[in-house]
């Protein structure tokens, strides 16, 4: 395409360069044409193969562990950590993704449906033309347990959060469900910590322990035990209470507090001073 042409290459039919102020053939064809109208010939610039972007088709196909098509897997392409395309994978698990121009940099292509997944990094994808990229997706790792008293029994609306390393960025929170169960899914590999919201501050997992995650592994248990509470937390104390004169008030909390939480625990205490016959709580 960026190769200039003498007019008499094998298997050329036309070729109109315009060179002579005309639209005449160049070729041995001699298939001359004419200008209309307005048009006319002018002087310009041709840009170079490096000033020339092509589009890049990726095509391919999402599969799970078994071989068999996944339907609405999400094929995301990253760049620097920043989405630049979106597939939805079909119901015989195919996808597609163009570009009309990449910057020559590496991309990061993630897959997920579910608790499946897959991730590939440094993918080249300037230069133009059609990839074809089948992916295989399996269980991301993962980390649950449970939040257990100092008799080890069941602790309910516990505040966990996973830590990565070396940071200690807190990258995901949850609250312990009622039976003391919390599950953090879809983590990328790397290295973590867990810890919990005790009495007296966090408590982490195995005393801070490293949880090493990796690809294809199974999930990785960590289960957290609270200590006793201090003689002082136990001890009656005055505390501020909601007071409602039983007809219209209420106290309204944002809308959106539980967005990020996949189970949440709500606990408080109440005490009505009488019992009527159309009074609720809820």
């Not at 201090?230 to 001890?235: C, L």
């Amino acid at each position: 395409m960026f190769k200039t042409l003498q007019g008499n290459e094998p298997g050329l039919v036309g070729h109109w360069n315009f060179n002579d102020n005309t639209a005449n053939d160049a070729s041995p064809g001699r298939h001359h044409g004419a200008l209309k109208e307005n048009a006319k010939i002018v002087t310009a610039r041709r840009p170079s193969a490096l000033g020339f972007s092509f589009p890049v088709v990726v095509t391919g196909r999402v599969l799970d562990a078994e071989g068999q098509p996944l339907r609405n897997a999400d094929i995301v392409t990253l760049q620097d950590g920043m989405e630049v395309g979106k597939a939805r994978s079909n119901i015989a698990g195919e996808y597609r993704m163009q570009w009309s121009k990449l910057a020559g940099q590496s991309y990061d292509i993630r897959v997920t449906k579910e608790n499946l997944a897959y991730e590939t990094n440094g993918l080249n994808l300037s230069g133009g033309g059609s990839r074809t990229l089948d992916f295989t997706l399996y269980e991301m790792p993962s980390v649950f347990g449970s939040v257990l008293s100092a008799d080890y029994k069941p602790r309910a609306g516990v505040k966990v959060q996973l830590e990565r390393l070396p940071q200690t960025n807190v990258v995901a929170t949850t609250l312990s469900n009622a039976r003391g169960e919390y599950r953090f899914k879809n983590v990328a590999p790397g290295q973590y910590r867990v810890r919990a919201a005790g009495p007296g501050g966090p408590v982490y997992f195995g005393a801070g322990r490293t949880i090493t995650l990796a690809e294809r592994t199974p999930p990785n248990r960590a289960d957290i035990a609270l200590p006793e509470p201090t003689s002082a937390s136990t001890q009656a104390s005055v505390n501020q209470a909601l007071q409602l004169d039983g007809g219209e008030s209420y106290v309204e909390l944002p809308g959106n507090l539980f967005n990020d939480l996949e189970e949440a625990t709500i606990e408080g205490w109440a005490r009505c001073d009488r019992i009527g016959s159309w009074m609720r709580f809820f």
